[in-house]
């Protein structure tokens, strides 16, 4: 685990306007200062004076980087590109950057505990997480993965390094080539010198591919899946089949119901910012699961934003030829739909406010919800979801989902669970090498109407018959609704109960009860959006105590 912080001050003198506490080592940087927190795979020390000059792509690792110019007094943070480290920083009312790479590190060192964010509630209510730059805490910013911004006395600006061209191979054969060697290459810098590797296997393609070539690497991984009660949400045969072919050892985490609510309290409520993915319970079991059997983990996040994935028919129906219709016709033929006999699913393609709603990944409260919920109207403009939808304007549909699904959402319960049990995990698909070639490929080597992630499931198919993995791929979710029901909703009436579990709330208590009320009524279409309430309410009643605790147990050993 990576616990690093820092302060600049743009108005010292040379030398002493950067000082850094923790897990920072010194970089080669003529021009200043340059540390990195965290590590570099295969580069032996790291270019802080190009990051400076923004000439200089970020290297392949798992780390925040500093660096401070000494004659311009300038600071620039990045982040690594898989964003396995995370940075957070504030400007103080003196003009001080101070910086660090835990949230609840950053606002234990503050003299006063932040408000809530306006901008960051809304956003959470809307999209049920929040996306860096923004996070729930008023003045508090987020990089995002694979980004530098850039501090002086005058305000910041966020640049990405420029990114390394990359050749596009000759046909796809040696396309195939290049992206197994390009994969393998990543995998072998991540599990250099690990005494016991380990790798996530969902029974998915992207987790499948990595432990393939792993083992194929020499590689002793052992597999670690998470398997489910319910048959439709369970790809745990799938997953020993790929196993038993690769002579990988294999482990199973199987949570009952009672096992992932117990998993709730210290999976969501213990968590930095309150998120919503349902997933993270049974990601955090697989994390305590795999520290007793691996000291690091590879990890197949990041492979969809990269090999494109294409939204469902009626999404690019709607997104085309309904979305320009008025809202209120909109609105009239989602109406229309739900009153007549069998065509009730269609009203999907009508039941919404603008046509960005259709790729956002969990549906949470409508800017009308919040509103009420809030007092105040949201401007969700400002969000990075909304952001990337309108620079992809022009894009196709693969690349408009592969991004707003793939990079503008946060995957907060990979972070989560990483932080709080101290597991590494490691995501070849973040490579920067990867990423480049991967997106630098023509659409059609990578996705086909009649083969999904064309080229990854070509590459599988050469350590893997077909025939073992070749199923529907049932995504790593649970079932929420069963879980909400759980023992008469006992999350639900335990977090959203009573009126001083509704007053601790930063929303109108009368809205809130009536959407509680709701789902305990039935109503199982409300059921996100009160997970998101309740989500809320446990992360604000542990806020204080969990803030102290980590004050308490790293800043001595940060001074």
Known sequence: MTIACGQFNPRARDGEALALYGDWVRLTCARGQAAIAGTLFGTPGGDGDGLLQGAAGLPDGRYAMATCDAVDGRLVLARDPAGS???????????????????DLLVARMPAAPALSPGGLHEYLRFLDIAAPNTIYDGIHALPAGCAISFDAHGEHAASPPAASTDVPRDYGAACDAVETSLSAAIARRLDGSPAPGCFLSGGIDSALLCALARHGGFPVKAVTVGFDTPSLDESATAAQVARHLGVEHHIVRPDIEALECTFHRAHAQAEQPYCDPAGMPTRLAFEACMQHADRVLDGTGAEALAGEMPARWRRLAHDWIAPWPPTLRRAGASLLHTLPGLGG??????????????IRWQGFTPNDIERLTGRAPDLSVTNFHRQYEALRDASHLRRQSVLQGLALPDDRLQQAALATGLRVEQPFGDPAVAALLRALPADWCWRPDRPKRLLRDLLARHVPEDIWNTPKRGFNIDLIRVLRHRD?????????DAADLAGLPLDAIEVARWRDRFLAGDDAAAHRVWALLNLSAWLAQRASAASALAGDTLPRLQ
């Not at 269609?346 to 790729?359: E, G, I, K």
């Open 489 to 497: 909703c006992r999350l639900v009436r335990r977090y959203l109960g």
């Open 85 to 103: 480290v995370g940075v957070y920083w504030h400007r103080d009312r003196n003009g001080c950057i101070h910086f660090a790479t835990r949230l």
């Open 346 to 359: 269609y009203a999907r393609m009508f039941d919404f406010d603008a046509p960005q709603d259709l790729f």
